[in-house]
């Protein structure tokens, strides 16, 4: 009997390709289906043995700056998955400013209808994309920081980084 011809089919559950990189507030891990970055995680994710997409090779490289203080926004494709509610709170996430924030009621309120913060905040915290799609520009009305995907003091270092927060006085170096 002869062997069918191997063809190229895609492989539905394969692990993603995933990007690893090392930055002031731990290990980043960006994942991608090869097309779009899907994922942005603080936690390890399975590091497919693989050469890298371009794209990946180019978010590495857009995260390095960042953090470096040499770029203000991502030019990558990402994924947005959820409901329409969902992805419209992450598109307004896309239009907050490096060195800005605003709060959960204040994009509730641009949005309108029955938005409230509290929808708003719930659809930040399903953000798969932190830093990239960048939740952690939201704050609460009275300025106080509250949840995020990476923890609390994530959320303050960037806010830091960016210049929204004053450093602390006594913060070591």
């Known amino acids: 009997m002869p062997s069918r011809p191997k063809t190229l089919e895609p492989e539905l559950f394969a692990p993603l390709h995933v990007a690893v990189v090392d930055s002031p507030i731990g290990k980043l891990w960006v994942e991608s289906d090869g097309a779009l970055i899907t994922r942005l995680s603080f936690d390890a994710l399975h590091v497919r043995q693989a050469k890298l997409p371009a794209m990946l090779e180019d978010a590495q490289k857009q995260l390095d700056a960042y953090f470096e203080r040499r770029r203000r926004t991502f030019e990558l494709p990402v994924q947005r998955l959820g409901t329409r509610f969902q992805k419209m709170v992450l598109e307004m996430l896309d239009g907050i400013p490096y060195g ?26 399903r953000n798969p994309i932190p830093i990239i799609v960048p939740c952690h520009r939201v704050i609460s009305t009275d300025g106080l920081l509250t949840g995020y995907v990476g923890g609390i003091w994530r959320k303050k270092w960037l806010l830091e980084h960016e210049g929204v927060l004053a450093k602390e006085l006594f913060d070591e170096a």
Do not use: E, F, P
């Open 100 to 125: 800005t924030a605003t709060s959960y009621q204040a994009l509730a309120d641009r949005i309108g209808g029955k938005a409230i913060a509290r929808t708003v905040g719930n659809a930040c915290g």
